[in-house]
């Protein structure tokens, strides 16, 4: 039988600890690589979508992959019925034209409801959202929130809030394939956006926080609530 010696041993262990570390470096590398990557393409797709309507989001991609569709119709900001813009700040983030991205009040808010059980509830900003829908997948992870905060800082600094505000209202989602305030606006209306009145505008800006599930149920008396409270706010919403 082989005699293992302390010596033998002790040479061997180094070994094992540099493949160790060797490992840790090339992850860490690669890890590192791919945040530079992440980066540098969205701080490029910023800058064209600054001046380019966007042609696609994940979330689009996911309604086309899973057999819903894809309907949407670009439509500026100065087309949109401006009762369709001030339900929606109302309805999704009312501090939009005084924040930088982020709502802490909002979140603060969120974060005790969600303490004490029920549904989880966001304190997201247009930004965010934005940010969210435009560039990343829908998985759910703390680094995935740490992209969404980069991207928010760079839609902020590089955008003006009134450009945020117009991609934002056609990228949403408003049904079963359906993206955009056009789209929405003659999938349930059979009109144009240009063409909404207030109370239109005010039930489909109810719709944001869940469009699949109104899409099915478009007489849900919880909508019809929402649609009360908006019509309340809409008034005093400023749009940039």
């Not at 262990?13 to 490992?23: E, G, V």
């Not at 966007?54 to 119709?73: C, E, S, Y």
């Amino acid at each position: 039988m082989k005699r293992v010696t302390t010596a033998s041993m002790n040479w061997k262990l180094p070994s094992a600890r540099f493949r160790r570390l060797a490992i840790t470096f090339r992850l860490g590398w690669w890890i590192a690589r791919a945040i530079i990557w992440f980066v540098l393409g969205s701080v490029v797709l910023t800058a064209i979508y600054r001046f380019v309507p966007p042609p696609i989001t994940f979330t689009m991609i996911g309604d086309v992959v899973t057999g819903r569709g894809l309907t949407k119709d670009w439509m500026s900001l100065d087309r949109t019925d401006p009762n369709m813009a001030r339900a929606v700040i109302a309805a999704e983030d009312s501090k939009f034209c005084q924040h930088h991205g982020f709502d802490f009040e909002a979140i603060e808010k969120a974060m005790r409801r969600n303490a004490r059980g029920g549904r989880i509830r966001g304190g997201s900003t247009i930004s965010q959202q934005l940010a969210k829908n435009l560039f990343l997948s829908p998985s759910k992870s703390y680094f995935r929130k740490v992209e969404e905060a980069i991207i928010t800082l760079m839609l902020e600094n590089i955008w003006s809030k009134r450009r945020i505000f117009e991609v934002y209202l056609n990228v949403i989602e408003w049904g079963n394939g359906v993206f955009g305030a056009e789209a929405a606006a003659r999938h349930y209306y059979n009109i144009g956006a240009a063409q909404l009145g207030a109370e239109q505008s005010a039930r489909l800006a109810g719709m944001v926080p869940n469009p699949r599930l109104y899409d099915k149920n478009r007489g849900a008396p919880g909508l019809g609530r929402k649609t009360a409270i908006i019509l309340g706010r809409m008034p005093s919403a400023e749009v940039p």
